[in-house]
């Protein structure tokens, strides 16, 4: 027997019984998006390596050890989008969108980072990517703020925290960034390996160590929201008075830094206690000098991604999947005459109610094989097409869940045989 090729580690396969929770996430999510006035945007999955670099940031983690990188037949280094972000800022720059104009995008798809996988944390993930360009204001966050809220009422999703932060403007950053590198050298031999790695290049990620015997060192440490200037300090405490008055409860983490370079001023996560350690469930921020960074005209933007596989998991924790779909009718055939007159018949069925589900027996089977599989199809009706029905000019039906008897109808008025029969069998066709 050939060896079975293997999935790689950490991809998965969304199979059919799963598909249902992942449909209703994504209609609930586009129809509010669109509700919100956001636009469907659809990037490559591929870019230049050298984007990711410039966006996110050398020193991080995603372009530091987690990228999938290669070079092409071409010769060009290329990676697979970590996050979609850099893609969409690139793409309004090579289309010349930006011009002082505004956009509300958002953007769905399979994202890729060379982590460790554990369950919530995946190779290639998917995310709901949403981002507000050309508005500076705290008013915009607040609306994404208020946007992700909405969107968890719809879907029944409780028990998410919004923690909230201000990463100021890139100065104060730097700022920051230099009372911690004295702090924790000050401290490093307490510091752990990766710790004592990121003092080096990105020491604001130390604060978001999980290591436990960092914890007290992490909470002596200084804190940035000590060394914001005076507008973002504005900017940061209108968003919270706009939070406060549309009732969105939230909780200011001085520690939240995030693990993307390209952030500044508001920076914002829903974090959830329910799935261990790969709690965040949607995350995003300000990223005001991005844009110019990568050669477009200066543009402020904000915006957040969800990761999909982690709220579609909290779905259906919560019992919130829709009940799988199933046929409404199932075609059982029965003899050689009917078995070649069956396609053209429920193809003309199909015409004639496009809105039902028929499901027509294939690949053969006795009688009880077929009855068999209408059972377990879960159609509320069966129609048989037997060879003496068929030479009589009739088509037997049989409801599949009810006591009822089979009756039969004409074949020149089957369409409203089966609505009448799907009606009995306490299903009205949906239209
Ligand atoms: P991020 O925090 O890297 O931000 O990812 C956003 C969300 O994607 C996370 O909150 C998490 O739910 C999900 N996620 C991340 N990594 C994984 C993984 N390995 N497996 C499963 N889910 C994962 C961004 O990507 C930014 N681009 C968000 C943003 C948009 N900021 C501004 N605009």
Redo the contacts with the bound molecule.
Sequence with gaps: MAVQIQPIK?MNDVLPAEIGAWQYFEACTRELLAGYGYEEIRVPLLEHTELFKRAIGEHTD?VGKEMYTFVDRGGDSLTLR?????GIVRALISNGLLRGQRHKLWCLGP?F?H?A?QA????Q???V???AVGCPGPDVDGELIALGTRLWQRLGITGLKLEINSLGTAESRREYRARLVEYFTAHESQLDADSRRRLGGNPLRILDSKNPQLQELIRGAPLLTEHLDSDSRAHFEALCASLRAVGIPYEINPRLV???D??NRTVF??ITASTGA?N????????DGLIAQLGGDATP???????????VALLVAAGRTPAAAHPDVYVVVSGTQAAAQALALVERLRNERPQLRFELNAGGGNFKAQFRRADKSGAPVALILGDDELARGVVAMKPLRASTGQTECPIAQLAAGVDAALAAAGQAGRS
Excluded at 82 to 86: I, L
């Design positions: 950490g995603v970590p996050e979609a972000t850099a994202m980072r982590e996988p919530g944390r995946y190779r993930f998917w995310q990517d949403v981002e995030r693990g993307l390209y952030y996560e829903w790969q965040a469930v949607c995350s995003g921020g300000r990223y933007a904000v915006g957040f991604a969800m990761g999909v596989e982690r709220l």
